[in-house]
């Protein structure tokens, strides 16, 4: 039972258009959100979080919309750059419980 | 900021050997670490949570007789792969949280991981 759902498997935009990675959860005790970027035989690298107050969280580039109502969560990228594509794993936390991790989205920013 | 540094980043070895990865936290005390398993196109699968000094805590579904883990320090826990074969092969990732900072982000960073081939 997946509490953690990213239904795109991959995404394909232009540069300078604008990426949104979606995100899905089932668990309404979710209280804090994160966003990691993964790039081939690396490890995962934090991106921006959201806590479970707030609706909305902005950092340059990158800003994270959270409606609780429908437990949805969605990573914008403005301007999208070649440098973003990578795969994307939305994650939720209850807490200080570990986070679960979504399957990931894959970004594919073309020239 | 934290690091957690994971070697070796790639290994390849023969069916049957053990194969041993080192995760270790760098500029910070981790009093949890955690092993994730990746499959192609599939998300990160917990393995195990191992606290410093204490027993690793396995996932549902992971042995731990084939999947040692080991936190002797607050900076170094290892997992071996013991008795390896071809369908071990994966890519590894673990992670630290260091202590006072379990409710932030900073406090859960990743490893580079490792790409285990077994042949």
């Known amino acids: 039972d997946q509490q953690v759902k990213q239904n795109s498997p991959s995404l394909s935009v232009q540069e300078g258009r604008i990426s949104i990675l979606n995100c899905d959860y089932t668990?309404?005790?979710?209280?804090?959100f994160l966003w990691y970027k993964k790039y081939p035989a690396e490890g995962p690298t934090f991106l921006i979080s959201?806590?479970?107050?707030?609706d909305k969280n902005e950092d340059g580039r990158f800003t994270v919309f959270l409606n609780k109502s429908a437990k949805h969560l969605s990573l914008h990228i403005v301007p999208s750059q070649p440098g973003d594509s990578a795969v994307y794993f939305c994650?939720?936390?209850?807490?200080?419980?570990?986070?679960?991790f979504g399957r990931g989205t894959s970004l594919i920013v073309h020239p | 900021g934290a690091v957690v540094s994971q070697h070796p980043s790639w290994v390849i070895c023969k069916s049957g050997t053990s194969v041993k990865i080192e995760c270790r936290s760098l500029?910070?005390?981790?009093?949890?670490m955690f092993w994730y398993r990746q499959f192609p196109k599939q998300s990160l699968m917990l393995m195990a949570t191992?606290?410093?000094?204490?027993?690793?805590?396995?996932e549902q579904g992971v042995e731990k007789d084939k999947f040692l883990i080991n936190h002797a320090s607050l900076t170094l826990s290892t997992l071996t792969v013991t008795s390896a074969h071809p369908e071990d092969s994966s890519f590894y990732i673990c992670?630290?949280?260091?202590?006072?900072?379990?409710?932030?982000?900073?406090?859960?960073?990743f490893g580079s991981g490792t790409r285990l081939t077994v042949v």
């Open positions: 994650a939720a936390r209850r807490g200080s419980y570990i986070p679960t």
């Open positions: 959201i806590s479970s107050i707030k």
């Open positions: 191992s606290n410093e000094g204490s027993k690793a805590t396995y």
């Open positions: 992670s630290a949280q260091s202590r006072g900072q379990e409710e932030s982000h900073y406090g859960y960073t």
């Open positions: 668990n309404s005790m979710f209280d804090y």
């Open positions: 500029d910070f005390q981790a009093t949890t």
